[in-house]
T-cell receptor, first 114, second 111 residues
Framework: NAGVTQTPKFRVLKTGQSMTLLCAQD?????MYWYRQDPGMGLRLIHY???????AKGEVPDGYNVSRLKKQNFLLGLESAAPSQTSVYFC?????????????FGPGTRLTVL | DAKTTQPTSMDCAEGRAANLPCNHS???????VYWYRQIHSQGPQYIIH???NNETNEMASLIITEDRKSSTLILPHATLRDTAVYYC????????????FGGGTRLMVKP
């Protein structure tokens, strides 16, 4: 049981390049989330999904797109990377979105945009 | 979700109990208190959560005051591996509701 995994662990992009971050979970969770964490800051929610085929905007969605084609995978895309998107990206999953439910986090992807 | 206030940093001697306070004076009746920690830029790790009653698990204890306006996370025997940033979060029972992370408390466990 690997929990939540993220690919890649590190990436360096040039401004304007595109990339996709992959999150996978093997806990059969319905809900999945993408957060970003800037240096010295707490996490901020980018997008989330309440089930296969659904996505919704979080606190800071601009510049990102997501897709949830399979229940176990949640993809985060950057179409045209900007230096302001340099951050650590964390994926999380949970059974439901209820307050009594726990979110489980992946190890993170460290992205640098030059 | 209600806002939380935590001290920026705390020190604790190895083997002693670490008591991390959190104020959430505007908490609503349906909001849970959650604690997560983040060790050196790893993904946040769930510790414990509660609504009204005190809770205990293998990692920690959570003490919530009777008026629910503050809580304390207790690590009973802190080790060096407990050095981390600890986040206190209050969260309502809405579907898809996010976890709102503030600044947290940087706990340094010293030998």
């Amino acid at each position: 049981n690997a929990g939540v995994t993220q690919t890649p662990k590190f990436r360096v992009l040039k401004t304007g390049q595109s990339m996709t971050l992959l999150c996978a979970q093997d806990m059969n969770h319905e809900y999945m989330y993408w957060y970003r964490q800037d240096p010295g800051m707490g996490l901020r929610l980018i997008h989330y999904s309440v089930g296969e085929g659904t996505t919704a905007k979080g606190e800071v969605p601009d510049g990102y797109n997501v897709s949830r084609l399979k229940k176990q995978n949640f993809l985060l895309g950057l179409e045209s990377a900007a230096p302001s998107q340099t951050s650590v990206y964390f994926c999380a999953s949970s059974w439901s979105g209820g307050a009594a439910d726990t979110q489980y986090f992946g190890p993170g992807t460290r992205l640098t945009v030059l | 979700d209600a806002k939380t206030t935590q001290p920026t940093s705390m020190d604790c001697a190895e083997g002693r109990a670490a008591n991390l306070p959190c104020n959430h004076s505007t908490i609503s009746g349906n909001e849970y208190v959650y604690w997560y920690r983040q060790i050196h830029s790893q993904g946040p790790q769930y510790i414990i959560h509660g609504l009204k009653n005190n809770e205990t698990n293998e990692m920690a204890s959570l003490i919530i005051t009777e008026d629910r306006k503050s809580s304390t996370l207790i690590l009973p025997h802190a080790t060096l591996r407990d050095t981390a940033v600890y986040y206190c979060i209050v969260r309502a029972d809405n579907a898809g509701n996010m976890l709102t992370f503030g600044g947290g408390t940087r706990l340094m466990v010293k030998p």
